[in-house]
């Protein structure tokens, strides 16, 4: 069943406070931007129910994508 993340939650900050670091900083924007392209690739994935290889791939890239953005906070 997909679910999907909630990456304010995860980081432990609230969607002001990253909006507040979005505005300032554009490479951490397009962080953002391909982190939501990377996790509705994932949904997509999980609901088509398609390879496990590729599900695993696309989660371990937005895990990637993930901590770029955490480092950057």
Do not use: C, W
Request: net charge negative.
């Amino acid at each position: 069943m997909p679910v999907k993340h909630d990456l304010y939650q995860d980081l432990g900050l609230s969607k002001e406070v990253v909006d507040g670091h979005r505005a300032k900083d554009p490479h951490l924007n397009a962080l953002f931007d391909k982190y939501k392209t990377v996790d509705e690739l994932v949904l997509s994935a999980e609901k088509a129910a398609g390879s496990d290889d590729e599900l695993k791939k696309l989660k371990e890239k937005r895990l990637l994508v993930k901590d770029e953005i955490a480092k950057l906070l």
